[in-house]
């Protein structure tokens, strides 16, 4: 019979299929839990020492004759500190040392209570990855988090060979043995698995190719290494092999497909999940394609990452390639040459038309989609517009609702501080950029980022290749999507910032051209004249909507989209 506790199953089970077969156990009763788990299982050898210090190089004895990683347990408090020594050697040796030390709850950390101290960095610099698993798993999510974290520290421990720290906190009672058998843990892995790259890309196609429903999810990528650097033909022939989802901020030279409008038609049709997903890049904006990642359950998941850590945003990766998603691309589009056909070619086949005809439905209902005077409609001329410019121009926009609208117009990379999606500096970020190169800079941005932000102007190294719209309707518009906010009293002055300001006062005093929009004819004529127009100062078109009629076209494009596409 196993512990009571999930978190210490949990941490068992991944314990096992990670490989770590030797365990140092020091005596305690808060870690008595872990240790009763280690000294259950069938492939864990536990070895006993009393002093932790000792127990630490005990450990770091059996990893060098077994070149294995070794776990070794002790309970809370001070017991942790006494592995320092070890810990820092097996660093400077490379070797996998997985120190496990038990934990008093975190509310009674600093509160006076016995053998309480924070252990969660007490022994950095020296391990290279510490996690601190949840106390409780009540909710399936606390099940994927502490999942995950174990998922992580092993992985670095065993693909790194570097000493890493999982500190897991239990409450009482300790003492409660009456689990009859350790449930089945989602286990990720390396990928290359120390093999040579052009293998591991090789292997990867075939994955993709014994697939019924592959799926390729493009995040945000850098710059320097964004997917954007391969070919057409190189995409071209992925995209015969699986479905490709991308967003703007992949920096793919021809720009987003619709999918979050798909998604929000067919957002029951079970039939669209995919059973494999290869996820290269960073964050998304749609909250949409998240979820449905996450509903597939089922998918085997690998996630290409250019840092080499473990990013779980589908809640189900198997794999982890440590890569940039530039080099994976082209080598993958080549690997595919070397892949035989499978009975499941032809169904893969299908499911790349069928979410391929989807996307082109949603492409005509934006085509022909003509929004009222809004803020859609804005951008919707901004980048008809920015399509037929013959120079060079980089396009930034801002988070929540302006980012959310490139997705639907953009057909080119664009820019956007989506690291983690605030509104702060996002008119700076384009301006600095602009002072850096010759080419237009635009900044599409929302009052409240402007506003908030509006010191970026207040710089004389600013010239006149930075333009910059301002979509101006009086409130954060994005709080008008979330359903039932706008039913709490303080919904317009204390959540969505209403006011009634205007940015002429600031572009006078920064020596910032000033043009206004009140209507569909007068900002067609201002983004013509703010793209068209030779300037020594930077330039600003503000566009004042309404928030109701700015809710009102996305919701109606929505509304034509999904009856095109169920119709």
């Not at 003509?370 to 901004?382: G, I, N, T």
């Not at 910059?468 to 309707?473: E, G, H, K, T």
């Not at 940015?503 to 929009?517: E, P, R, S």
Request: glycine share 6%; hydrophobic share 45%.
């Amino acid at each position: 019979m196993f512990a009571h506790q999930a978190n210490v199953n949990i941490l068992t089970a991944l314990l096992v299929e990670h490989g770590v077969c030797h365990a140092v156990v020091c005596p305690g009763s808060r870690n008595a839990p872990i240790v009763h788990n280690l000294n259950e299982h069938p492939d864990i050898c536990c070895h006993p020492v009393t002093d932790e210090r000792s127990a630490g190089f005990y450990a770091l004895g059996i990893a060098q004759a077994t070149q294995r990683a070794v776990a070794v347990c002790v309970t809370s408090g001070t017991a942790l500190l006494n592995l320092a020594p070890a810990v820092a050697e097996a660093f400077h040796q490379h070797v996998p040392l997985v120190v496990i030390s038990a934990d008093r709850p975190q509310a009674w950390i600093g509160q006076l209570d016995g053998q309480t101290m924070p252990q969660q960095e007490a022994l950095c610099p020296f391990v290279r990855k510490t996690v601190m698993m949840p106390g409780r798993i009540d909710t399936d999510e606390d099940h994927w988090h502490a999942n995950r974290l174990v998922n992580e520290a092993l992985l670095v421990a065993v693909g790194q060979a570097a000493p890493v720290q999982i500190n897991v906190p239990l409450s009482e009672p300790l003492f409660v043995f009456d689990v009859p058998q350790l449930k089945e843990e989602r286990v990720v892995r390396w990928m290359d698995d120390r093999a040579p790259h052009e293998n591991v890309v090789c292997r990867l196609a075939s994955m993709i190719a014994q697939a019924r429903r592959p799926m390729m999810v493009l995040g945000q990528c850098a710059a320097a290494s964004g997917c954007m650097n391969a070919p057409g033909d190189v995409w071209r022939r992925i995209g015969q092999r699986t479905v490709v989802l991308r967003e703007a901020l992949c920096r793919m030279a021809d720009g987003p497909v619709p999918f979050d409008e798909v998604l929000a038609a067919m957002a029951d049709d079970d039939t669209l999940l995919p059973d494999f997903i290869v996820y290269l890049g960073d964050t998304l904006v749609s909250k949409r394609l998240r979820h449905f990642l996450r509903k597939a359950s089922d998918a085997t998941v690998v996630m290409v990452s250019s840092d080499g850590e473990l990013h779980d945003p589908t809640m189900h990766a198997n794999w982890v390639m440590s890569a940039e998603p530039a080099d994976v691309v082209p080598r993958l589009s080549h690997a595919f040459d070397s892949v035989e056909a499978t009975s499941e070619t032809s169904a893969a086949a299908g499911y790349v038309r069928r979410w391929n005809d989807l996307l082109n439905k949603v492409y005509a209902v934006a085509e022909g989609y003509e929004p009222p005077f809004s803020q859609m409609a804005v951008v919707r001329y901004l980048e008809q517009q920015v399509d037929d410019m013959e120079v060079g121009c980089a396009v930034h926009y801002a988070n929540s609702s302006p980012v959310r609208l490139a997705n639907i117009y953009a057909r080119h990379p664009v820019w956007c501080n989506r690291g983690v999606n605030g509104i702060e500096g996002s008119l700076s970020t384009a301006a600095g950029f602009s002072v850096a190169t010759d080419d237009l800079v635009i900044c599409v941005i929302g009052d409240l980022s402007f506003f908030y932000d509006q010191n970026a102007l207040w710089n004389s190294n600013l010239r006149g290749n930075l333009r910059i719209i301002l979509l101006n309707n009086g409130r954060g518009g994005i709080f008008a999507q979330l359903p039932g906010l706008g039913q709490s009293p303080a919904y317009d002055k204390l959540v969505s910032g209403a006011h009634h300001t205007s940015a002429q006062g600031i572009c006078t005093q920064n020596d910032v051209g000033y043009l206004k929009a009140t209507d569909l004819r007068s900002m067609k004529m201002g983004v013509v004249s703010l793209l068209t127009t030779h300037h020594t100062r930077p330039v600003l078109l503000e566009v004042f909507t309404d928030a109701t009629a700015d809710g009102k076209a996305i919701r109606d494009y929505y509304n034509t989209v999904i009856t095109n596409i169920t119709s």
